[in-house]
């Protein structure tokens, strides 16, 4: 009979040995240790192969893809291969607090739908300075779209969900697979069609319980700018978020992406399609005027001022 963990683990990675054994050693030292870990390489990759193969935990599995394939690709191959009742997702470059799981699993099991997503906040870390996010959590019948995407300050991280937080039950990651070509906002999206299923609940855990490193010297998707492909995505989405998140989306994240072209065509455009399609709120064309007004680096340092703390902090005692 094949054992059959309470809880699976999926981590995607390709060529990064050092960020996925950092991840793995993170599930491993868990609190509850009835778990399994599945690492999805994404592609031939025999530096990462055998940095795993070091590793002496019969917890740990290796799942080799023929071919690179992308990150949701290869979270939906590990999803598939788990033998958990539960599924949480992790990506390489971010860790895990010794107590996240076995929180997470006391909120699932309390959770009023019979199939709850169970998200937390997290330390945002950056080279410059940490914040926790999300700065708040969903308020009582609070549309999951609008919880997500709405501001009610000028910087991100209102309301928030992060792959790395993610834990459901193992069938909803059959049922709802990521969308594989998508390259920024995967976990949004995967979120929200999700919840639209009449038994899926959103939960947050109000601690910190997973580190986000946003290292900003390296390769990463995060970094990444393509707003045409995202409007592209969003369009395709409406039925995904009430007119007030879609408008919040669209002037905030999206204009994000987009103001670097410093474009006066793409500012009317980012403008139209929010007004068009969505019901902006103040705080919606404030957030769009500073982004689009102020450069990038003036923005990160002072959000960063406003919401930062130092590098000596909360997530180094936590540990």
Known sequence: MTYAPEVSVVIPTRSRPDLVTRAVSGVLAQ?????????????????TVTALAAIPDHRLRVLVQPSKGGAPHARNTGARAARGRWTAMLDDDDEWLPAKLEVQLKLAYSARAA????????????????????????????????????????????GFIQTSTILA?????????????????????????AVRHDDVELVVAPDPLVIWHQDEDRERISLEMPWRQQLEWLQRSRDLFTPRA????????????????????????????????????????????????????????????????GRTNRADAAR
Request: proline share 9%; net charge positive; charged share 25%.
């Open 246 to 309: 879609y408008a919040a989306f669209t002037m905030s994240v999206l204009s994000s992406m987009a103001a670097p072209t410093r474009s006066p065509k793409v500012f009317g455009e980012l403008l139209r399609e929010a007004r068009t399609h969505g019901r902006p709120g103040a705080i919606d064309y404030l957030t769009f005027l500073q982004i689009w007004g102020l450069p990038p680096e003036v923005r990160h340092r002072l959000r960063d001022r406003v919401l930062g703390r």
């Open 31 to 47: 609190t509850m240790d009835d778990l399994e870990v599945i690492v999805v390489v994404d592609g031939p990759d025999e530096g």
């Open 169 to 193: 039950p193992a069938e909803l990651f059959h049922r709802v697979p990521f969308t594989v070509g998508l390259r920024r906002q995967q976990e949004l999206d995967w979120t929200l069609r």
């Open 115 to 158: 199939t709850p997503i169970v998200a937390s906040r997290l330390f945002n870390r950056t080279p410059r300075a940490e914040s926790v996010m999300p700065r708040r959590l969903p308020g009582p019948d609070e549309p999951v779209s609008e919880y997500l995407t709405v501001r009610r300050g000028l910087f991100y991280g209102d």
